[in-house]
């Protein structure tokens, strides 16, 4: 499990899993999860209560929610002038996931900017291979590419261009803490619990036909995965909560722009998943589970997010605001 190579404060934003021995790679097919053994430090944390379930199939299935009328982000409809803003749909999870639920009217042009600009990373830098062996649909059809950047590194990138047909592809995701909105975690950790991953075509003997005997996966930005998550527990929260009812906790954060290589704190303030409490078997591509976290006497309007929960991805539990009654 690497990071780069930390500031003076020690603080890491980009995380990767390396195998620098291939006969630790999960079976083909299969989920497993590193780092193991050794202690880790436990915190108490919330309890969720689930109240509505959004479950998202395999294939692709559009549905169109209600319009929004206003920015789900600013909460404006108009702008400083008094004129009516122009509003654009938002797609709950990312299309690029193979996802269709749709809220139209939702996003004003401002924070689409934002939004689009860390879904657009992270789709890129940690996914675009999963979307390929998936076959995906996205806005427009599956992706085209056929050939990925291979990173042969360790504590910084080295990359290999091999073609698709022979590029090991493992979905990892990160497991974290518990977020501090509903534990006793500080607000500025920024470390993972450990990583997830799922081996769609690995194999050991076929890389090493390229003379390859380790590889990392893709680099995860800490800070942009935080916010795609946190994005889509927003928005559906939003859309299911109405804004109305509960002080939003989410806004200025979805709508900061954190450009690569910056420090950042307090990412996991309101992101983070739920130790104690397992991941059942699923069936479904993703999920979204709307409810209510209990924590330290107070009542919290939580989405949990699973993207992949037909491959054992773990669930993130999203702290998106405070009763406004």
Not at 3 to 24: N, V
Not at 28 to 47: C, L, N, V
Not at 165 to 181: D, G, N
Request: glycine content about 8%.
């Amino acid at each position: 499990m690497r990071g780069e190579p930390p500031p003076d404060d020690g603080r890491r934003r980009y995380w990767k899993f390396g195998w620098f021995d291939l006969s630790a790679l999960p079976q083909i097919g299969k989920m497993d999860y590193q780092p193991k053994g050794g202690a880790s430090r436990m915190f108490a944390e919330g309890r969720f209560r689930g109240e509505h379930l959004e479950v998202f199939p395999a294939v692709k299935a559009s549905h169109i929610l209600r319009p929004m009328g206003y920015c789900v982000y600013c909460l404006r409809d108009k702008d400083g002038a008094g004129n009516v803003l122009k509003l654009t749909s938002e797609h709950i999870i990312p299309e690029f996931f193979g996802a269709g639920l749709e809220l139209p009217d939702a996003s004003c042009a401002d924070c689409q900017k934002v939004t689009s600009k860390f879904e657009n990373s992270i789709a890129r830098e940690m996914f675009d291979p999963i979307r390929k062996s998936f076959s995906l649909v996205g806005k427009n059809g599956t992706l085209k590419k056929t050939n990925f950047p291979l990173d042969i590194g360790r504590e910084t990138s080295k990359h290999e261009f091999i073609h698709l047909v022979h590029f090991p592809t493992i979905l990892v995701m990160p497991s974290l803490y518990p977020a501090s909105s509903y534990s006793r975690r500080a607000i500025n950790a920024d470390d993972p619990f450990n990583f997830r991953m799922y081996n769609i075509n690995a194999d050991a003997a076929v890389l090493k036909r390229y003379a390859l005997d380790s590889f990392s996966s893709q680099s995860i930005d800490m800070v942009r995965f935080a916010q795609m998550i946190a994005k889509i527990a927003h928005v559906y929260g939003t859309y299911h909560f109405d804004s109305g009812t509960f002080v939003p906790t989410l806004s200025g954060f979805l709508r900061s722009d954190y450009p690569p290589g910056t420090a950042v704190t307090g990412h996991f303030e309101h992101v983070g998943c739920l130790l104690h409490t397992p991941d059942n078997p699923s069936n479904n591509l993703h999920e979204i589970e709307v409810g209510k976290i209990d924590w330290n006497g107070e009542t919290l309007q939580a989405v949990r997010v699973r993207l992949f929960a037909s491959c054992e991805m773990p669930s993130y539990y999203v702290t998106i605001g405070r009763s406004s009654a």
